[in-house]
């Protein structure tokens, strides 16, 4: 199991992320040292009110039944893509070169047709794509959003049904200069090793390998003479790694006005994959929501002086009290069972083979237990990457203020970061910066105004403290985990990993993630109730480390069951959507 991975030979394997998710992947790990944590005890004796399932004999939810593998009847590729040896090599000489192709972005970066040659290498990707994949050049539709997104339209032969969405990001994060020494091939090389299986280099997990993955997949069922009804696009940004601000938004934009609300059959992008959660037992975490987004810059407004005759409090003093009234008091955990980590511990709790049966009972009755649930939480929340996915967190990112050693600070400002829990919003994440804002105003005669002008406290002498939000993305809509469209998302992993991957006597099991970061899928929320993250990659808890760091690489097995899931997806939802 992935907590234990030390123990036994690391599989091989696939993970797909970026560091901004890395809380949510890690998270998958800590859940497996969590459920084989010997000191996990059942929790006490219930006291007081009777609980409400009564004595004996609790009952137990049941949510992590195997389910039937969707089989496709056109089926020309899949057992190639998986296991011939010369398509194999291909793609790995196809990712490679994808990898050698530089396509870094920054934090800030210039609009495409003021700035050319900062996007040097964007436009070798492109020709470096027309000349890979011929089929997909001159049969499908290319146009170019805002210069650089590429969208491609495979026109289905029955127009009325919705499209399928694919997506994924041309953009790597940059390599630090002063690692460099440490990376085990350069950075850029795409160099396969056949040692480990694996390839690597900036963008090899992160994500050429799904933006490949994606190509190949089409690329072949071109070959293999597929005609699909149901349109085919694909929409890959270019700055993902920046927010999506020029890619992705533009894009969404784009499609939005093409198609309108509510207009695509289903939207797949980066995220997860499958965990190994004990020994021959898997689970698909395809994510199915994020959390949300929220920067606000407070400032403590005082007025200037010379420091030989100081007020008691500077606005340093102020602004480190506020922080400490922060950080003293954190959001609470609001854990509710439609939270997608639940899945994965029910899944876990259900079919692991060496977890102790109190642990499963605490998991499993939780739901119909307040003391379990609250036995649960309560370990959650001693876990740091978990405890993040069940509340809203804060993080005091910079801070500014003063600049002379004999002159009081006029301003100190400071930017607090928080991530939305599901089921809070960004007002609330406000409402509660404002009330720890008017406390400490009110302590120390300050006014307080919000957003820069709105009063809520007159300015006094002294001046006063302000709270204005610069960015907000509320928590994403959580996409459905049953009814059609999951089924068929779900059946056709199912059949790729089943019948396709794992050939012996493995288990697998589907579930959903949820995501502490933000893919470019915050621009289309409008375009599609079904938006899943996910790669079809086996994910390793190797890998973990070294996404947008040093060492990223990718197993070429799960590169090619992400080809394969894609392939047969596309196939599923012509023939069974
Ligand atoms: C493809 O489909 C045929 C006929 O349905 C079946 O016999 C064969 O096993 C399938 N191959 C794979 C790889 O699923
Ligand atoms: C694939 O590449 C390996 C070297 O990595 C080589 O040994 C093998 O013969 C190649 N297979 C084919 C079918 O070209
Ligand atoms: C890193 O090295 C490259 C190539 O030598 C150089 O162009 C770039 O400016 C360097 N970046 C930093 C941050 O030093
Ligand atoms: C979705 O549409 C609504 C109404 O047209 C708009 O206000 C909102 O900004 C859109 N959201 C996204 C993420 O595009
Ligand atoms: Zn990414």
Not at 17 to 34: E, N, P, S, W
Not at 104 to 118: G, I
Not at 131 to 138: I, L, M, S
Not at 457 to 482: C, K, N, Q, Y
Request: net charge negative; with cysteine.
């Amino acid at each position: 199991m992935i907590g234990l991975a030390e123990k036994k030979a690391p599989k091989k394997s696939l993970w797909q992320r970026h560091r901004t998710f890395l809380g949510g992947v890690v998270a998958l790990i800590i859940i497996g040292t969590f459920l084989l944590e010997q000191s996990f005890h059942p929790p006490p004796p219930h006291h007081g009110a009777k609980p409400p399932h009564g004595g004996k004999g609790h009952r137990q939810s049941n949510k992590c039944k195997k389910i039937e593998p969707l089989i496709p009847s056109f089926n020309r590729s899949i057992d190639i893509i998986l296991h011939d040896s010369t398509f194999r090599n291909s793609s790995i000489e196809k990712l490679s070169n994808a990898i050698k192709i530089p396509t870094v972005v920054q934090d800030e970066n210039p609009e495409p047709a003021e700035d050319p040659d900062y996007y040097e290498h964007f436009y070798v990707l492109h020709e470096y794509l027309e000349k890979t994949f011929p089929h997909v050049h001159e049969q499908l539709q290319l146009e170019k959003i805002n210069e650089l997104g590429l969208l491609y339209t495979w026109e289905g032969s029955e127009p009325e049904l919705k499209p399928l969405l694919l997506m994924a990001h041309q953009d790597v994060v940059p390599v630090n200069n002063e690692t460099i020494s440490s990376w085990n091939f350069p950075p850029f090389s795409g160099h396969y090793d056949p040692e480990t299986d694996f390839v690597w280099g900036r963008g090899s997990n992160d994500c050429k390998n799904l933006l490949i993955a994606e190509f190949e997949a089409v690329e072949q069922l071109l070959i293999d003479g597929f005609k699909p009804k149901r349109t085919v696009v694909m929409s890959l940004g270019f700055d993902e790694e920046a927010s999506g601000i020029l890619g992705a938004s533009s894009l969404a934009s784009f499609l939005h006005e093409r198609y309108g609300d509510d207009s695509i059959y289903s939207i797949i992008d980066e995220g997860e994959g499958i965990v190994e959660v004990d020994k021959d037992v898997f689970v698909a975490t395809p994510i199915n929501t994020e959390k949300g987004y929220v920067d606000f810059e407070i400032s403590i407004l005082g007025h200037g002086g010379h420091s030989s005759v100081p007020p008691e409090h500077t606005t340093i003093g102020i602004a480190s009290e506020l922080i400490t009234e922060f950080e003293a008091n954190p959001f609470d955990y609001e854990f509710e069972f439609d939270n997608p980590i639940y899945g994965l511990l029910t899944c876990t709790a259900e079919h692991s083979k060496s977890l102790s049966k109190d642990v499963k009972k605490t998991i499993l009755g939780a739901p119909f237990c307040p003391r379990r649930k609250d036995k649960l939480v309560d370990y959650m929340s001693k876990q740091p990457h978990l405890r993040s996915l069940i509340r809203t967190t804060q993080a005091v990112d910079i801070i500014n203020g003063g600049v002379k050693a004999n002159a009081l600070p006029e301003t100190t400002r400071f930017l607090i970061n928080h991530r939305v829990n599901l089921h809070s919003s960004v007002s609330e994440v406000f409402e509660r910066n404002l009330e720890y804002a008017k406390k400490v105003a009110k302590k120390y005669g300050y006014g307080l105004s919000k957003n820069g002008n709105d009063f809520i406290i007159p300015e006094t002498d002294l001046g006063h403290i302000d709270v204005t939000l610069l960015r907000e993305l509320e928590p994403a809509p959580l996409s459905p985990s049953s009814g059609p469209v999951w089924d068929v998302l779900a059946g056709t992993i199912q059949d790729v990993f089943e019948n396709g991957v794992l050939q012996n006597n493995e288990e697998f099991y589907i579930t959903t993630g949820l995501f502490s970061g933000n893919t470019d899928t915050k621009y289309y929320w409008n375009l599609s109730k079904n938006i899943y993250r996910f790669v079809g990659s086996i994910v390793d808890a190797d890998l973990l480390k070294t996404l947008h760091s040093v060492n990223e690489h990718v197993d070429v097995p799960g590169h090619l069951s992400a080809i394969a899931f894609v392939y047969e997806y596309i196939v599923n939802v012509n023939e069974y959507a």
